[in-house]
């Protein structure tokens, strides 16, 4: 069964949790493990639940009922400052980079470094430079010019800094929500890479994709939803597209999802 | 993933494009005229501009936010009475009593500008359209909209004094800009103003706390037109309910030509200094050739309008990206 990953190395588990909207149930008992160090894809069709799941984990929505485990202690993550401030980052879909900022100032937003008397707080605008070479650079091949607006990069050149930037500080998990949707085929690539090299690093995430050929090129393994419920869980290895694509569907339901 | 920057010509004439036409406008009124050039003109110019170049400086901050303050006319009219009021009342020694009051109200309604904006989400120019009304409505019932006479003279040096020959009030304008630029460009509060004015949502998610950046930015607008209205008292050793009609408007075109579109993230306090300074040299122009004051306006919306097209058409105005 596909449950036999319940190990203890998942670095997040969620164990029945539900969340409804007025009438609507978006999330109905769903239970998931993250094995740490893993890529880890979230597939399944558009209103299966996938987005509000994503935010349970990022701390944007609270569960109604059910339990989230993160490092092995219960975790209950009251708001996105909180999820990253043990470890959880998010990389929107609207990448939350301001435009008119230079690149290293989007990397250090919200975590300038000040040089001085502390009460003025002075940017150390040489310090941020210097080591924002050094921090991108770890995971990404062609750093973009730094000292640029980051609204002078191509999209995917963004999304690049956007994921990194997750990357850099210190983060364990990373929660990403379709990160190629609006990309060519190269800057997908390159993004994909960027995701690699965050994995290589230690990092485990769990992205949202549409794409299967994506999630078969990047992930270790795959939860599929369908219907707010979270219907099974294969090894990419043991899988193929196939089976994910009737899984999805439900042509499958009756072949076994591990419930 | 190669990157290209555009042009080096084009770069340098977008982002000193105002700088330029005002050397070129300043070196034209020395070759052009005689009185230019004077340093009796050339001390009119840094006094006329001095009260209307401090409230720019603030209004930068506004604008780089990607708001603005329509309330600052009213609130320089407001330190101005209140601070003449009490220096009449109380003589000499209500000098430093008068300063704190004109401060104090001054700061009360840029608190409540920023309460509005920051906190109850109320659209900047509806916050300070309504506080400029108010606030102007209100000094007209509390003088009934009399002048007040009488502050002693004293004062006067502060408005029409000068320091090595440089008018005080240039002076102080100077002392703000300089305070403000390094605010502005060295500080992380200032890079919280480009920050919320580049992408507010993303930098609330990246845990700047926007709100308290946009309550401080009114709160430091209020300021400098407090400091604004002390002058004018100082220039009158009076305070008229009148006073500063209009300045705000002046205060946010010279904003804007000084390179800070209305659509915020972007800007310098150069700019800002150079865009006061541009509009400036040009109503001193026009009165050296003797025009008509009335064209004065004219004049302001034309530049107005030529930088911010010039800006939009170089890509990276108002309306740009």
Redesign the interface.
């Known amino acids: 069964m596909a449950g036999s990953t319940n190990t203890p190395t998942a670095l997040l588990s969620m164990e029945g949790v539900r969340k409804s909207f007025g009438a609507v149930v978006a999330l109905n008992d769903a239970s998931l493990q993250l094995p740490t160090g893993n890529i880890t894809g979230l597939v399944g069709d558009n209103g299966a639940g996938k987005s509000t799941l994503i935010k349970i984990i990022s701390g944007v929505l609270t569960p109604d009922s059910g339990s989230i485990e993160f490092l092995g202690k219960p975790a209950n993550f009251a708001s996105?400052?909180d999820a990253?401030e043990q470890g959880v980052e998010t990389v929107?879909q609207?990448?939350?980079?301001?435009?008119?900022?230079a690149v290293w100032?989007n990397l250090y937003?919200?975590?300038?470094l000040?040089v001085g008397p502390k009460f003025?707080?002075?940017?150390d605008k040489r310090a941020m430079l210097s080591k924002t070479s050094e921090m991108l650079s770890r995971f990404i091949r062609?750093v973009?010019?730094i000292a640029?607006p980051v609204?002078?990069?191509?999209g995917?050149?963004r999304q690049v800094v956007a994921i990194a930037r997750a990357g850099a500080w210190g983060s364990k998990l990373i929660l990403m929500d379709e990160p190629t949707a609006a990309l060519g085929v190269a800057e997908t690539k390159?993004v994909e890479e960027v995701i690699l090299e965050l994995k290589r690093r230690g990092l485990t995430i769990l992205v949202i994709s549409h794409n299967l050929d994506q999630v078969f090129r990047i992930t270790d393994g795959i939860w599929v939803m369908r219907r707010g419920r979270v219907i099974g869980y294969r090894e990419k290895a043991r899988s193929h597209p196939d089976e994910i694509v009737s899984m999805i569907t439900g042509a499958a339901a009756s072949a076994g999802a591990g419930e | 993933?190669i990157?290209r920057?555009r042009g080096r010509g084009v770069a340098v004439v977008r982002r000193h494009g105002v700088l330029i036409v005002f050397v070129l406008l300043v070196a034209s009124m020395f070759v052009m005229t005689s009185t230019f050039g004077t340093y009796q003109n050339l001390r009119n110019v840094l006094q006329q501009n001095s009260i209307i170049g401090i409230i720019a400086c603030g209004m930068t901050f506004a604008i780089i936010l990607g708001g603005f303050d329509l309330s600052v006319g009213s609130m320089t009219a407001l330190a101005s009475v209140v601070g003449a009021t009490l220096m009449i009342e109380l003589g000499t020694p209500g000098i430093p009593i008068g300063i704190v009051g004109a401060v104090a109200a001054c700061l009360l309604v840029g608190a409540t500008n920023g309460g509005l904006i920051a906190y109850l989400g109320v659209n900047p120019f509806v916050a300070t359209l309504g506080t400029m009304t108010v606030v102007r409505g209100l000094i007209y019932v509390a003088t009934n909209a009399s002048p007040r006479f009488g502050v002693p003279y004293s004062f006067t040096t502060l408005g029409l004094g000068r320091l090595f020959g440089i008018p005080n009030p240039a002076i102080l304008f100077l002392l703000v800009a300089l305070l403000l630029g390094f605010i502005l460009h060295?500080?992380?509060?200032g890079?919280y103003v480009?920050?919320v004015?580049?992408?507010s949502?993303?930098?609330a998610?990246?845990?700047?706390n926007t709100a308290r950046v946009r309550f401080a930015v009114y709160v430091l607008v209020s300021v400098c037109a407090a400091i604004s209205g002390i002058i004018l008292i100082g220039q009158t050793a009076s305070a008229t309910p009148q006073a500063a009609l209009g300045y705000e408007l002046t205060a946010i075109a010279a904003v804007i030509v000084g390179g800070a579109p209305l659509g915020g993230?972007?800007g310098r306090m150069a700019g800002t200094i150079v865009g006061v300074f541009l509009l400036g040299v040009v109503a001193n122009g026009l009165n050296l050739f003797g025009v008509s004051p009335f064209w004065q306006p004219v004049a302001t919306g034309l530049i107005l309008i030529a930088a911010v097209a010039f800006d939009g058409y170089s890509g990276r105005g108002a309306f740009g990206?």
């Open positions: 996105p400052a990253r929107y609207d990448l939350a980079l301001a435009g008119n900022l100032a937003l919200g975590r300038e000040t003025l707080h002075v940017l062609n973009p010019p640029e609204e002078l990069l191509s995917g050149q390159a | 993933m990157f920057p060295r500080t992380r509060f890079h480009y920050a004015g580049g992408n949502v993303a930098s998610q990246m845990g700047v993230g972007r990206s």
